[in-house]
């Protein structure tokens, strides 16, 4: 029998460590469970009991360096398992995923970050993510010289060991946020750039309007085929 089933939006929230991008994810999902709207929020890496491993490896220092190639392939493990278990299933079920990180982060950080061929990391999505691509990505900006500061003193205060990436020197972080910009540029229909310096209140509702924006253009829901 063939059928159609509507795809349930598919939001990931991107920015520089300590850019709130957390945070509004919550607002953003509280928000729409409060207008009755059932919500799926993961993370990644994480998302999954496997993705939670991968986490732990990738985030806390490591007892030798890890290799771009080998960062970028525990990333995208990460990843194939959350859009297989709790990305996919959930948007079958009609829900709003929204996502803490997705496969931007991988071309920010690990291509523009750690130099990977911006190829490499698209291929791997068509292969290990194969029809897991968000509708809306918003991108929080931030001057990573005032977040950086934040999302240590925040780790530091909760005793947590995953800081490998915070550690890394400014110039890491200027060209992960640059390519943030340039991702904005390159795909204005999926991505907006969210300027934070305004109160917390304020970003989650000029996030709101976004999404609003963005999904009122999308009635009926995306339709997938089914057999
Ligand atoms: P966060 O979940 O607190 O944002 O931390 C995740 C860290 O992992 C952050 O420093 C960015 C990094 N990361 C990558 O380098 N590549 C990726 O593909 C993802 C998802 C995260």
């Not at 409060?34 to 993961?42: N, Y």
């Not at 890491?172 to 907006?192: D, G, I, K, Q, T």
């Not at 509702?205 to 963005?214: D, F, G, M, T, Y």
Request: proline share 6%; hydrophobic share 40%; net charge neutral.
């Amino acid at each position: 029998m063939t059928g159609v089933q509507a795809l349930g939006p598919f939001i990931t929230f991107e920015g520089v460590d300590g850019s709130g991008k957390t945070t509004q994810l919550h607002y953003l999902a509280e928000r729409l469970r409060a207008a009755g709207e059932a919500v799926t929020e993961t993370r990644e890496p994480g998302g999954t009991a496997l993705g939670n491993q991968l986490r732990q490896l990738l985030l806390e220092p490591s007892p030798e360096p890890i290799v771009p190639q080998a960062e970028l392939a525990m990333m995208f493990a990460a990843r194939a398992q959350n859009c297989e278990r709790v990305i996919q299933p959930a948007r079958r079920r009609g829900e709003w995923v929204l996502c803490d990180r997705f496969t931007d982060a991988s071309l920010a950080y690990q291509g523009a970050g750690r130099g990977v061929a911006r190829a490499t990391i698209l291929t791997l999505h068509e292969l290990l993510c194969p029809g897991c691509r968000p509708d809306l990505t918003l991108i929080l900006d931030v001057e990573p010289r005032l977040s950086l500061e934040r999302a240590r003193k925040r780790l530091h205060r909760a005793g947590s060991s995953e800081g490998r990436f915070e550690a890394e020197g400014a110039a890491f972080f200027e060209r992960v946020r640059a390519a943030y910009h340039n991702l904005a540029r390159l795909e204005p229909e999926r991505c907006r750039l969210i300027e934070t310096a305004a109160p917390e209140l304020e970003v989650a509702e000029r996030i709101w309007h976004e999404v609003a924006r963005a999904m009122a253009g999308r009635q009926p829901l995306a339709f997938r085929k089914t057999s």
